[in-house]
């Protein structure tokens, strides 16, 4: 399985531009991001999704504002998963997204 931390080295030298319409719509039904990041990994995976939509999805999920614990959590499980780590500015905001829901 690819992790997300290789699959963004490996974008940067061999970009691949597969991506394919019924993977394009699954994105837009109504997923939260979590889901879609998911969907979006599967999809990579089975070479079935490019570079571009991966890194969206992934976009998404960092960018994203948990409504409840129990989303945050999935949230952190999502960007941890298979040895990922997000951006120092994305950790920051996830300590702040854990504050707000636990006030």
């Given at each position: 399985m690819?992790?997300?931390?290789?699959?963004?080295?490996?974008a940067?030298?061999?970009?691949v531009?597969?991506?394919?319409p019924a993977?394009?719509?699954?994105?837009s039904?109504?997923?939260?991001?979590?889901d879609?990041?998911?969907?979006a990994?599967?999809?990579v995976?089975?070479n079935?999704?490019g570079e571009?939509?991966y890194?969206q999805?992934?976009?998404?999920?960092?960018?994203?504002e948990?409504?409840?614990?129990?989303d945050?959590?999935?949230?952190?499980?999502a960007?941890?998963?298979?040895?990922?780590?997000p951006?120092?500015?994305?950790?920051?905001?996830?300590?702040?997204?854990?504050?707000?829901?636990?006030?």
């Open positions: 690819t992790d997300r931390r290789s699959f963004l080295t490996a940067l030298i061999a970009p531009v597969i991506t394919a993977v394009a719509q699954t994105f039904c109504g997923l939260d991001p979590v879609r990041y998911w969907a990994t599967d999809a995976n089975a079935r999704l571009d939509a890194v999805a992934i976009n998404d999920l960092d960018r994203w948990p409504p409840t614990p129990r945050f959590l999935r949230k952190f499980i960007q941890y998963h298979d040895g990922g780590c951006t120092e500015d994305d950790r920051i905001a996830m300590i702040t997204q854990a504050e707000r829901l636990l006030s």
